[in-house]
């Protein structure tokens, strides 16, 4: 039987050896690279998804930056001053910035960014929520005046978790963050090539030449200077990754995003082409679930399904067999980091015994209703984590209707808080970075205030949140933390799934690439 890796293999040897008059030296100024996913949506305000975030990044640009010790620096502002006991902040932009139209970037453009971002965001809610007034009493100067002091300014404003806090012309900002932008104007070091857009298959970039990247400085993720090395990127989607692999392979494309961890072996004997993982906190997955409607409306039945998931199956559905790439059991809070818990993990250890797990869904309330489950089926990761999601929820006994979408219609549909046969939904798979889920502020996910798709709404969540962004001290931090995971697993805002680390693959004459998220500046080639 041809599996997976004898078809790359021979793939690849057939593109090498027998079409060579489609294998070219890659341009010197273009760097193709192989997006996870179809980017669906341009604006990642109004699409959290990484792919948008991504795109984000080339785009626009942020006010702080962020390296890969997590650490803050500023980055379109020169710096900033903090007056009346912590309570007055003054923010100065950088001289010469400018939008991609021409225009400067002026102080009224980033307080508009910042309120439209804010209605999106965890952390940027705690900031609105501690501020008394944002405004641009001049055109360099973003004033906060706060209600009390906010410590977490610049790493709010700064951080890579989504959503970002991405600066945008204040014509676009003031689009409702509910609705997506008209055009996609930035200031970031690239443009986005509208016209050559081609949906499910192409996106373009080219340098901008009015960028103006920070002086001095080391270049470390998204903080220090951004110097970019080629006047175009191309994403091209692939329609599956073995076929994104073997195109590396072939010298076909540079850089592919996330490669099949079962190809690992085949790739790795190739001097041509080298893997890595950048982003060592790796992926956190979920499989959410719709608290409005039936089953899990019921919080008897959403603690009893959490006898039925297995992490372990999902995450070799995901990552293969190699522990070295996964991680379970997982919490609510990403694994080796400061706010990682053990506590209420052992319901996840030892098999799962679905006996059980069916008779207490009975007793619990559960009568057989039908569980919509959206599965994105052209991703690589959540495709595997759809199918053991259902093969979960069916073993436990529930009604399962398995539905297969491509990514961006999941996105869409996610929104619809109408019953399930009217177009909503009962429970979505997810994978979210590491960095997501690294404290109260940024996890967007464990928010109480029913935000996010799956409206979960807890005034007690929310007040410990909120209690946790008001001290400083770390000992008391962890604490907060181990309390909203022990609330987590009275309430189940979602089922967290367990965490993999991803590995890219690119061509061996690319140099300078950064560690975290996939980022455009400083790769050379050669």
């Not at 300014?153 to 978790?161: D, E, F, M, N, R």
């Not at 799962?352 to 559960?366: E, I, T």
Request: aromatic letters at 10%; a neutral charge; hydrophobic letters at 40%.
């Amino acid at each position: 039987m041809l599996n997976r890796r004898h078809f790359i293999a021979g793939t690849a040897a057939t593109t090498l050896v027998s079409r060579p008059a489609l294998v070219r030296a890659a341009s010197a100024t273009t760097l193709r690279f192989v997006p996870v996913i179809d980017l669906a949506f341009t604006d990642p305000i109004y699409a959290t998804a990484q792919v948008s975030r991504t795109h984000g990044f080339m785009v626009f640009d942020t006010l702080y930056g962020m390296n890969t010790k997590l650490e803050i620096s500023p980055q379109m502002v020169e710096g900033h001053t903090v007056e009346n006991d912590g309570k007055l902040w003054n923010l100065t932009l950088r001289d010469g910035l400018l939008w991609h139209d021409g225009e400067k970037v002026l102080a009224r453009d980033c307080v508009a960014s910042i309120r439209r971002w804010a209605k999106r965001d965890a952390a940027g809610d705690a900031l609105m929520q501690a501020t008394d007034e944002l405004s641009a009493p001049n055109d360099r100067t973003i004033r906060f005046r706060l209600k009390a002091p906010f410590p977490y300014l610049p790493y709010a404003l700064g951080k890579v978790s989504a959503p970002v806090c991405f600066m945008m012309p204040e014509r676009l900002a003031n689009t409702d963050p509910f609705k997506l932008i008209p055009e996609v104007v930035g200031s970031g070091p690239f443009r986005y090539k509208a016209d050559e857009r081609v949906p499910g298959a192409r996106n373009v970039y080219s340098r901008f030449e009015g960028y103006k990247p920070r002086e001095g400085g080391t270049p470390d993720w998204t903080s220090g200077p951004k110097l970019v090395n080629f006047d175009r990127v191309e994403w091209t989607t692939m329609p599956d990754a073995a076929t994104g692999t073997s195109a590396v392979q072939a010298g076909e494309q540079d850089w592919q995003e996330a490669m099949p961890h079962d190809l690992l072996p085949i790739v790795q004997r190739s001097k041509a082409v080298r893997t890595a993982v950048l982003d060592p906190l790796g992926f956190t997955c979920q499989m959410r679930v719709n608290h409005l409607l039936p089953p899990f409306d019921n919080p008897a039945i959403r603690r009893a399904m959490l006898g039925a998931i297995d992490q372990e199956a999902f995450m070799i559905a995901v990552a293969g067999d190699d522990p070295a790439f996964r991680q379970s059991p997982l919490g609510y809070f990403t694994p080796g980091t400061p706010m990682g818990s053990d506590i209420g993990l052992d319901v996840f250890r030892g098999p799962r015994d679905y006996d059980k797990v069916k008779r207490d869904l009975k007793a619990a309330g559960y009568a057989g209703e039908k569980v919509v489950l959206l599965v994105p089926a052209d991703s690589l990761a959540q495709k595997p984590l759809g199918d053991i999601a259902a093969d979960v929820m069916k073993q436990a006994g529930m009604n399962v209707e398995y539905t297969a979408l491509d990514f961006g219609s999941v996105l869409k549909r996610r929104t619809n808080k109408g019953p399930a046969d009217q177009g909503g939904w009962n429970a979505f798979v997810g994978n979210w970075q590491g960095m997501d889920w690294l404290n109260p502020l940024v996890h967007s996910t464990l928010r109480g205030d029913g935000a996010f798709p799956g409206w979960y709404v807890s005034p007690k969540m929310e007040a410990l949140r909120t209690q946790w962004t008001g001290v400083a001290d770390l000992a008391e931090q962890v604490r907060i933390s181990s309390e909203m995971q022990k609330l987590a697993f009275e309430e189940v805002p979602y089922y967290p799934i367990g965490q993999y680390k991803q590995p890219t693959l690119f061509r061996s004459d690319l140099t300078g690439m950064m560690n975290g998220t996939p980022v455009f500046w400083n790769v050379k080639r050669g």
